[in-house]
């Protein structure tokens, strides 16, 4: 790194997931095919040229409940996707040093089937994998008929099937894995172990059938806000995924839950690589960024009404039909809601007294990076706030969009060389795989 502000990580969420990328913009007359890996695989080389960590591909497996289907399938916001995890080989195949973060989700995989599969692709990526462990309990019914944990209940199942898998790929005790052709041995049976699991979700024998880890196992990634969700990225994550305000204090103090909830679990603060996501706008002007800003200050309600859409999709709950003047309803979000979601609804408001006008408002207000109102502004306007970051001990930004040649260059093609030339950005991967490069600096 050249000298100049505190390097940083930079991963692209893709936050659509494997879905229909492109649908509702002028870019979808590029004529992509969504369903194919073409598109996929030329944005994936497009970031690793850019030095980013990784890509992390967002993901639900449910189209929601019956009342909110249409909701998400209309505009496509929510679906329909693909399986992320049966894309990462795809881009792998044509990347070098890119990580690949693919959405998992506890409930819908059995500990035993998901450790054999992590370590295949761990091993056939040369150590590039991660996983983004996901507590969505809306989709339960797609997997059994038992009723829907609840929110901190699903936490407990999540750390379960991570323990298991975690135990699975451990199984292979030191120097199980013998490989000497002079006597044939591969292996020593007597050094591995069998884990036995019985737990509150999960029951299964060990050991795995898959060799061990050489240069570690795959990254966890984790979102959330609650108090549950930060003790389990302390507890277990390698990579925290953080949507917070982007003033200091809240920077600090976000960064000092995970830390604290780290020590608590055992582990250092450097042990977990925090990554605020950011979807900044970045225009070829101050002035162009001053009248996008000005043309958003006073959104119609045609324009809240499809913010409304975008965040009844997300929330799976139906906002379109809710009195724009009045205050959100109580109760009106079922447990398994993602807290964070909420919180990037109704900010730091109070929702029982604010009109959902104000929300949706918030949302369509497009504010000045220059201010640190918003994320309009210039790609060095950009470069500032990344490195104010830094200078308050920031590990990493994650910015996200659609994973398309079109939106992946409007939004770095200035930027790169602006935060390789301030330090910022790295040149150079490790070559030892995504642990290897999140512990480079």
Known sequence: MSAGGRPQHFGWFLARGFGPHGWGHPYLDWDYDWTRPDLYQQSARELE?????????????????AETIDLRVRHAFGGPKHDPLLLAPY??????????????????????????????????????LGL?????????????????????????????????????????????????AASGVYADGTRMDATVHRGSHYAFDGPLNA??????????????????????????????????PLSEKSV??????????????????????IMFAIQP?????????????AASAAPSDATLREVARRQSSDLETDLTSLDLDAPLPEGLFADHVSQGS????????????????????????????????GFVGTADEFADLVEELGEWGNDGVLLWGDLHPVTV?????????????????RREYTGAGLRADLRAF
């Open 49 to 65: 040229q850019a030095g980013f960590d990784f890509v992390l591909i967002e993901d639900a497996p449910s189209l929601g409940s």
């Open 91 to 128: 881009l792998f195949q044509a990347t070098q040093h890119l990580g690949v973060i693919p959405t998992v989700n506890p409930a819908a995989s059995l500990p035993y089937t998901a450790a054999r599969q992590f370590a295949t692709l761990q091993h056939l990526s040369a150590d590039r």
């Open 132 to 180: 983004n462990v996901v507590t969505d309990t809306g989709s339960a019914r797609h997997f059994s008929d038992a009723a829907p944990l609840g929110h901190d209940d699903a936490y407990d199942r999540a750390e379960e099937w991570l323990t298991g898998i975690r135990s699975l790929w451990r199984s292979w005790g030191e120097g199980a894995l013998v490989r000497d």
């Open 211 to 244: 060799v061990p880890f050489e240069r570690g196992e795959p990254v966890i990634a984790s979102p959330g806000g609650s108090g549950r969700g930060l003790a389990f990225a302390g507890a277990n994550s390698d990579i925290q995924l953080a949507l917070a």
């Open 252 to 273: 600090r103090e976000y960064r000092a839950r995970i830390h604290a909830a780290a020590v608590a679990a055992g582990r250092a603060p450097s042990d977990v690589t």
């Open 281 to 293: 706008v970045i225009v070829s002007s101050a002035e162009e960024a001053d009248r996008l800003a």
């Open 342 to 373: 909420v919180r990037r609804l109704v900010g730091d408001r109070d929702p029982a007294t604010t009109p959902l006008r104000a929300h949706l408002g918030a949302l369509a207000r497009l504010g000045r990076i220059s201010d640190r109102s």
């Open 409 to 425: 260059h409007r939004t770095l093609d200035e930027l790169v060389p602006i935060l390789r030339r301030r330090g910022i950005l």
